[in-house]
C-alpha cells in the first residue's frame, strides 16, 4: 500500500473519530455544528476511480451515521457531494495538473483550494440540514444552521490545511 493510501485510511478515521467524539458535541449558538467529515471527501486524490469516490463518500456518511443515529443523512449528503465533486474538481482545478494530485492549498493554491472547499462544503450543508429538517418551514432557522455549519467547517478546515502545508514545508 502506499503512502498516500495509508495517510487517507488516517485521515478516515480521524475525522470520524473527531465527528463522533467531539464535534457532534458541539453546537455553538444552539445552530452551528462543525461537520468536518467532509473533509475526507474534499482530499481524495484527483485520479481516483469515481466509483471508488461514491463508495468512500458513502462508507464517511454511513460510519458517521452509525455513531450519530441520524439514520442515513449523512450517507445522502456525502454520496451526492462524492457524485459531484469530479464537477468542481474539473471546475477549480489546475488545468496542468488536473490528474496527479490530492487537492491541497500546494497543488491548488490557497485561492482555488478555498473557492473547491467552499462548493464541497455549502452543497452538502444544504443537502444535510434540508433533508434533516424534511421542509422549508422555518427557513430563517434552517439558514442559520446552515451558515453557521459551514463557517465552522471551512474554518478548520483552512486550520487542517495550514497544519499540513506547515508540515509539508518542514
Do not use: W
Not at 59 to 67: A, H, R, Y
Not at 130 to 152: A, H, M
Amino acid at each position: 500500500m502506499s503512502s498516500t493510501g495509508i495517510r487517507q485510511i488516517l485521515l478516515f478515521i480521524l475525522l470520524v473519530f473527531l465527528q463522533v467524539g467531539l464535534f457532534d458535541k458541539i453546537h455553538l449558538f444552539g445552530y452551528a455544528t462543525p461537520l468536518l467529515y467532509v473533509y475526507f471527501i474534499i482530499k481524495l486524490p484527483a485520479e481516483m476511480n469515481r466509483n471508488l469516490v461514491l463508495l468512500l463518500s458513502a462508507l464517511t456518511g454511513l460510519c458517521v451515521d452509525l455513531f450519530s443515529y441520524t439514520l442515513g443523512l449523512n450517507m445522502l449528503a456525502c454520496v451526492v457531494v462524492g457524485f459531484m465533486r469530479h464537477y468542481f474538481l474539473s471546475l477549480f482545478a489546475p488545468r496542468d495538473i488536473f490528474e496527479s494530485y490530492i487537492p491541497s492549498f500546494n497543488s491548488f493554491g490557497k485561492g482555488l483550494f478555498f473557492r473547491y472547499a467552499v462548493f464541497i462544503v455549502f452543497l452538502h450543508q444544504i443537502i444535510l440540514f434540508v433533508t434533516e429538517s424534511l421542509s422549508l418551514f422555518d427557513p430563517l432557522i434552517l439558514t442559520f444552521r446552515i451558515v453557521g455549519s459551514f463557517t465552522l467547517t471551512m474554518f478548520l478546515i483552512f486550520i487542517f490545511e495550514s497544519v499540513n502545508l506547515r508540515g509539508l514545508k518542514k
